[in-house]
């Protein structure tokens, strides 16, 4: 026996009860420290919102399902992303609802980003020269580390940085507690110099 998957068609006047518990939503709205007391009236017309807005955005899903290459009926959180990113008044959900990424390529970025901090080079930021048959092989760099303008290396670069930090400070160098201070210092967090 197949699956009943016919959409329930949304009212078309008010009657008022809604489809979303109004005690959550009053709950959630509560959370707000700027806000002291929400009346019955107002969380109701919220609740209303939220439901044309999550109506809104079905749609807009399906939309992008159907118009796949092999169209289909049930949504699928792809056709959500793909709705935030075509649309425009949905690009406020951009950061909540990002393109999927395949693996691989997380994991290719990872390791590049890693190697870059390494100060090593990666194959895609360096030119490989080319062999008779067109394939292009492997270099190793002679220096230990890729040539900056004016000699310098990434690696002694870094290698330069760490030692100043380790001066600064007793023991060995976090590269995750130097980034988490770094991002400390600027959102403005952290030790700040009061002058008198």
Known sequence: MPYNTTAIPPR????????LP??????IVAQDPDITVCSNNAAFVITLATEMFIQYLAEEGLKMAKLERKPRRNIQYKDIANAVSH???????????????????IKAQAAAKRAQLNGQRTEEAEELPAVPNGKKHKSTPSGGGASL???ATISGLLTGANARLASEEDGPVDPNDQLQSEARQARGEGDVEMTG
């Open 149 to 151: 303008n004016g000699g």
């Open 87 to 105: 649309q425009d008044n949905l690009e406020f959900l951009s950061d909540m609802v990002p393109k999927t990424v395949p693996y691989k390529q």
């Open 12 to 19: 078309k006047e008010v009657t008022g009860q809604t489809q």
């Open 22 to 27: 109004l005690s959550r939503v009053k709950k």
